[in-house]
């Protein structure tokens, strides 16, 4: 049986965990607001980016003269695992289920006899991949520096991964992240990204004749990187809002649990009190009817 | 005459969504004005001034734009955009 003296100092310093859990939701909160609208105000731009890319990729006629970002090497030896996990922890489950998403990806790759390497973006995913896959990590992006991911470091990654494939680095490009379905409910989620995934039959809108200035060809070589960077940016956003999300879930259960401990000490700690003053008392009438 | 449907879009938001007059657009190859019922087009665009018309012969709006592209379709005019100012 712990003495009082353990018991109260249990209770205060479960006390404290509490508030900075507390504290913690409510950041996670205020921040998961924030996130969420720069996600929302995201998506018109990315929509409307796809929509132009899949109906100028199907015009164009895929040649060795292509773009890598749309036709690839041409091989699908080398995959590259990038892995976008967030740089702070207490948000749960979060980091460990994208990374879960990505190792899953990594052991069927590898069965199939391909070559895998990773590309960190973000802190918290690199322990487990480099424990499980040592010295794959091809480059980890930091983005520790910025308060949020914006768009400037989703630029930064896609300029690092078209000189990484120029390079002949690798052949296929897959994102993990976590995307936000609720504050509640985060979806780890596998996209690929180079090369172009095109989805047969995309439907052909009844355009007519479109004029391009100045052509098809080079409308998409400059339209591919930035694709690429609308991507990353998205996938970014929505990993912020995820974390967000995952945290204050996290931190809600935390302040609940340390809430129910603290409901247990403190009826151990008075049952223990009385407990002494009844044998206190035992003792000074059992003495008094000694006399 | 319809106005035209113009939507200017960054990645952070959308900027504008309007229907204006006439919207004169920085082309790579050359300044273009959309009228409502252009053709359709789609085109790269230069780092340089949107001027927006809100109603004929009106004050114009200018607003500057970085790395765009711009398209036109039955719906309207779409400038898509990395940054504006």
């Known amino acids: ?291 | 005459m319809a106005d035209l449907h113009f939507e200017l879009v960054t990645p952070e938001k959308l900027v504008r969504s309007d229907d204006v007059f006439m919207v004169v657009v920085p082309g790579t190859e050359g300044d273009f004005g959309v009228l409502a019922n252009h053709a359709p087009v789609m085109s790269t665009i230069r780092d340089a001034d949107l001027v927006i018309y809100a109603t004929e012969g009106g004050a114009p709006e200018t607003i500057s734009v970085q790395g765009g592209f711009a398209q036109v379709d039955e719906k309207g005019l779409t400038v898509l955009a990395e940054a504006t100012s």
Do not use: W
Request: glycine share 6%; proline share 3%.
């Open chain 1, 1 to 291: 049986m712990a003495s009082l003296k353990e018991l109260k100092d249990r209770i205060a310093s479960v006390k404290s965990t509490q508030k900075i859990t507390k504290a913690k939701k409510m950041v996670a909160a205020a921040k998961l607001r924030r996130a969420q609208m720069a996600a929302e105000a995201a998506r018109p731009y990315a929509s409307q980016m796809e929509k132009v890319m899949t109906s100028l990729a199907s015009k164009v006629s895929i040649d060795e003269n292509s773009s890598k970002l749309l036709a690839g090497t041409g091989k699908l030896e080398t995959h590259l695992l990038v892995v976008a996990t967030s740089d702070r922890g207490l948000c749960g489950a979060f980091n460990a289920n994208i990374v879960k998403e990505a190792r899953l990806k990594a052991e069927k790759l590898l069965g199939e006899g391909h070559k895998v390497l990773f590309y960190m973006v973000g802190r918290k995913g690199i322990p487990i991949i480099k424990r499980f896959y040592p010295g794959q990590i091809l480059k980890h992006f930091d983005t520790s520096t910025v308060k949020a991911p914006g768009f400037e470091e989703a630029k930064a990654i896609a300029a690092d991964l078209t000189a990484l494939i120029e390079d002949g680095k690798y052949d296929v490009a897959h994102l993990f992240y976590g995307k936000f379905k609720s504050a509640l409910v985060q979806e780890p989620t596998v996209q690929q990204i180079i090369p172009v995934p095109l989805q047969d039959g995309a439907i052909a809108e009844s355009e007519g004749a479109v004029e391009y200035e100045p052509d098809k060809e080079e409308i998409l070589a400059e339209l591919l990187p930035r694709n690429l960077t609308t991507q990353i940016f998205g996938a970014l956003l929505e990993n912020n809002a995820s974390e967000q999300g995952a945290s204050m879930t996290a931190m809600d259960n935390a302040t609940r649990n340390a809430g129910d401990l603290i409901d247990n000490l403190t009826i151990v700690y008075n049952r223990s009190r009385q407990a002494a003053i009844t044998t206190e008392l035992i003792e000074i009438i059992a003495g008094a009817e000694a006399l």
